[in-house]
């Protein structure tokens, strides 16, 4: 089964949408297997932007997760990837289509509530980076032969 890694940003926390993010999730019938709140080291935040590291906004993007609190998050479920990036929406909340997070939440570009992977081995590696294998839980709805074949 796929995972992939999810970080309701700052600005998400701060505006009170957490419950509303995970609701989506959990109704598209994925399973969180990890979950935490917490305050981004600048250690943690240069890891996860490095492959931004040599553009222009690398040191806001890490200036910002660093702002506050962030819900930290792992789902799993067949295409999550794909389908976790189609419910968050495009980067920029103005071209973000409605019914998508940041269609219906975002602001700007700069405050756009929430980070998801954007590939399978993206989501290995920031898994890897925010969680510990002990961090992860495994487990089976009873909600599966529902939504699965």
Do not use: C
């Not at 701060?14 to 990890?34: A, H």
């Not at 289509?97 to 992977?117: L, W």
């Amino acid at each position: 089964m796929e995972r992939t890694f999810l970080a309701i940003k700052p600005d998400g926390v701060q505006r009170g949408l957490v419950g509303e993010i995970i609701r989506r999730y959990e109704t598209k019938g994925f399973t969180l297997v990890g979950l935490k709140f917490v305050k981004v080291s600048r250690e943690l935040a240069e890891k996860h932007y490095d492959v931004h590291r040599e553009r222009p906004f690398f040191a806001g993007l890490v200036e910002f997760i660093t702002s506050g609190p962030v819900v930290a998050m792992v789902w799993e479920g067949e295409g999550v990837v794909a389908a976790a990036r189609k419910l968050i929406g495009a980067t920029n909340p103005l071209t973000a289509e409605p019914g998508t997070i940041r269609g219906d939440f975002g602001i700007n570009i700069g405050r756009n509530i929430i980070h998801g992977s954007d590939a399978i081995e993206t989501a290995q590696r920031e898994i890897s980076l925010w969680f510990t294998e002990e961090e992860l839980v495994g487990w089976q709805p009873h909600l599966a032969p529902w939504l699965h074949e």
